[in-house]
Structures are given as C-alpha cells and as structure tokens.
C-alpha cells in the first residue's frame, strides 16, 4: 500500500552528516522509512514522510539528528493550550484518548 | 477474570516466574470489543514484570512490551510454538506507541524493570527484543551503557514477530514501516466515536435550544416538528467528520484533516439538500452548511491524533489555518440559525 503523505515542507527533522557515524540505528528506528544509508553515512531520502516522532534522534549515539518531537494530534494540542503544557494527548490519563 | 492466561509457574533461581498460555480466550476477546468502545480502556493492564512462554530456558529470547492488555494479547497470541520470557513494563497501562511519546515505555523504566525482575539471573545472553515503536521512548545505547543489555527493535507489528525470528532477527522494510490502512482506521472508529461525545451532545444541546425559537418566540411545542430533524442533521454530521471521513481518509481531497472533514460534510449537505430534508428558508440552509460543515472538519482534524502518519509541526500548520475558519463558520451558523427561525 502506498504511504500516506501529510503536509509537506514543515517537519523539523535535521540530521548533521559530518557527525552521522554510520550506525544506521535511524534506519532500524524509523517507522516512515525517512533516512537512507550510503557512503557510511546516513542521508534523509523521504523527509515529509517524517512524523517527528523523535525514535531517531534519541537512538542516535552521536547525536547527529535533532527534531522537535511530539505528538501530531490535534485533540493534544488543544489540551496543551487549555492547559499551558506541551502538547499532550492525555493517553495515560482518566480523560485518556486519541492514540 | 483477569488472570486467566496465567497457566502455571517455572521456578528459576528461588523465583517463580508466572507461565502463560498463547491462546486467547473469550474473555480477552470481549475485553479488547469493550476497551476498543472506550469501555474499561484506563483500566485494562497486566501486572509488569516477568513472564514466561512455552518452555522457556536461559538461552531464551526476552521480548518486551507494555502493560496495556491488547499489547500484552498481541504479543502473546503471536508466540505461539516460541519458547521465550515475555518482560512487561509499567506503562500505566497504555500502549508501546503512546507510551514511548510520553516516556513511560522509555530507558528508565526498562532499565528498572530488569533489575526488579533480575534479568541477568534469569538468562545468560545479553539480548532484548523491543517492539521498534518503543525506540520512541528508550534510547538503546543508555541501556546497554546502564545494564549490559543490547536492545535489538524488532518489527511493528507483533504479527511479525516470527518472520522476523525465522529471517534471522531482521526486520525487513516492511515490518519497519507503519501502515494505516483501511482495518488500522475501522478499528479507530468506535473509540472516537465515544469519545468526543461530548462534542456531540453539547452542540445537540444548544440546536435542539435553537430549534424551540420561532417568530412566535420560545415555545417546548416547537420540538415536536423542529427538533427531530435538528438532532438528526448534527448525528450526520458527527458521523461524516468520525466515520465517513476516517473510512475514505485517503480517497478524500486535500491533505489538511480539517478539509478532508468539510468536503465529507458539504456532501453529507448536499444528500440533504438533495433529500429535500435541508431547510426551507435560504438563512437556515445557509446556517445548516455552515454547521454540519464545521463539526465534520473539527472532527476529522481530531483524527490527526489517531492517525499514523501526521507531524507536530504539521498539526499545527493545520490548524492555523483551519481553527479560524470553524470558529467563524460556528459563529456565523448559530447567529443565521437564529435569525433563519424569525423568517
């Protein structure tokens, strides 16, 4: 099937290649197939599929990625504003819903 | 009720570590019916800690995964055959994707988590196999650096969880890749649904309110003729912006949620203009598109949540742009909704 893509040209991914050690551990994590390895380097191939879910950056010895993780729903953005928090979702709580 | 899939007991090193059976039975079926209803949903865990599967020895692979039941089921249905150690953390509860977001499925729990549970005594590798969408929340490198532990991410799907052991621990492309199809969405719907009801009967509250207005004033005798049809047109339009618009999700125009949701509207519109079941004057037509419009769009932006495939930054670019646009449409839609009643 083919992958659903959102909007484009917004996700906050960035991957440093002079600090990328060629671990591919991105490529393992990735859940949207986003980074390619060639030339013993990892390369972001498909970046609007990102959905900054931030398993690459965390799994990232050298710290060579950075995003702006979080959750990608709009319910948890709402609660975020109504509560003056990040955006949250509210997964574990009593009110708990939307993944 | 809960603990019927314990089985039995293997006792290694002074400790019995709880046995469990690989079948479903009835009760976990309807459990997984009822939380998926939203029913029981915050109250539907195992105990975490270790667990065993077959007949398990110190050579045995550890799979890991959260307290949340249909986690735990799902796991547990797909090691059939396998003999392994099942090692659950406490994730309050919820599933290994939401978990690893918020960090309860994260490096610190699992760290504890085997040093409660002693892993090292139990087995004699260095070897863990985590679900990839916890890697969300644990960093594999702190883990070895803290326990010895190698996190190996398996696939995720726990369906593929033997593909991946028969292909030597290799989670090919497609057992990497998150899908969102048309099952992934079906199964979504119910606990929207029962979700957001709120929405539902708050903004049925206030039309059915509306619908007792006429020229002649406020009057309960209006119900009977205007309030039916009110209701019915904004359960039509909860059900365009929950599940019409969930089930056609990629078949719809537009890539904004918000716009998927108002197109689903604007033809659930159209059916009623087309029914003759709209209004009869212009005002209440006006104000009906407007309403049955905006509730299906705020719905279906409300599904970026339950969706797989969205981005912070592009939620928010969303709704940006469509957050002014259902306030001015709600707006507006009351205002002519009243107005349309003087007519």
Redesign the interface.
């Known amino acids: 099937?083919?992958?659903?893509?959102?909007?484009?040209d917004?996700?906050?991914l960035n991957l440093c290649e002079d600090t990328c050690n060629g671990c591919g551990?991105c490529i393992?994590?990735?859940?949207?197939?986003v980074f390619e390895l060639s030339g013993k380097k990892a390369h972001i191939v498909r970046r609007d599929?990102?959905?900054?879910?931030?398993?690459c950056a965390?799994?990232c010895?050298v710290q060579a990625i950075t995003v702006?993780?979080?959750?990608?729903?709009?319910?948890?953005?709402i609660n975020g504003i109504l509560k003056n928090t990040e955006?949250?979702?509210g997964?574990?709580d009593?009110k708990?819903?939307?993944? | 009720m809960k603990d019927k899939y314990l089985i039995g007991s293997i006792p290694v090193s002074g400790t019995d570590i709880p046995l469990i059976t690989t079948e479903l039975n009835s009760s976990d079926f309807l459990g997984a019916v009822m939380v998926r209803w939203g029913i029981n949903r915050n109250n539907y865990w195992v105990n975490p800690g270790l667990y065993a599967v077959g007949f398990p020895t110190q050579e045995s692979d550890v799979f890991v995964t959260a307290n949340y039941k249909l986690s735990f089921d799902a796991l547990r249905k797909n090691l059939t055959g396998e003999n392994g150690w099942i090692l659950v953390l406490d994730t309050k509860g919820v599933n290994v994707w939401c978990a690893a977001g918020k960090g309860t499925f994260g490096t610190k729990e699992l760290v504890n988590r085997i040093r409660i549970v002693s892993l090292e005594k139990v087995v004699n590798h260095k070897w863990l196999i985590l679900p990839q969408l916890g890697a969300t929340g644990v960093a594999a490198h702190n883990v070895k650096e803290e326990t010895g532990f190698n996190v190996h991410y398996g696939p995720v799907r726990a369906s593929d969880i033997k593909k991946f052991i028969r292909d030597g621990y290799r989670a090919d492309k497609e057992m990497r890749r998150v899908t969102f199809g048309f099952k992934d969405r079906i199964k979504l719907i119910p606990n929207d649904f029962m979700y957001d009801k709120f929405y539902l009967l708050g903004t049925m509250a206030v039309l059915f309110l509306i619908s007792g207005i006429s020229s002649k004033g406020f009057s309960f005798s209006n119900f009977s003729g205007e309030g039916g049809p009110t209701l019915l047109k904004v359960l039509l339009a909860y059900f365009s912006g929950i599940v019409i618009t969930p089930l056609f999700l990629p078949y719809i125009p537009g890539r904004h949620f918000s716009l998927k949701g108002f197109i689903t509207g604007a033809t659930v519109f159209l059916f009623l203009v087309i029914l003759k079941f709209a209004d009869k004057n212009v005002i209440e037509l006006i104000s009906w598109f407007l309403i049955i419009t905006v509730i299906s769009s705020f719905l279906a932006m409300n599904f970026t949540g339950s969706s797989t495939y969205t981005s912070l930054s592009g939620v928010k670019k969303e709704m940006k742009i469509s957050v002014p646009f259902q306030i001015g449409f709600a707006f507006i839609g009351i205002v002519l909704q009243v107005i349309g009643k003087f007519i």
């Open positions: 099937m083919k992958d659903l893509l959102y909007l484009t917004v996700v906050t551990m393992k994590v990735c859940p949207r197939d599929y990102c959905m900054e879910c931030g398993a965390l799994n010895q702006n993780s979080g959750v990608g729903c709009a319910a948890g953005i955006p949250t979702c997964c574990s009593s708990s819903n939307c993944c």
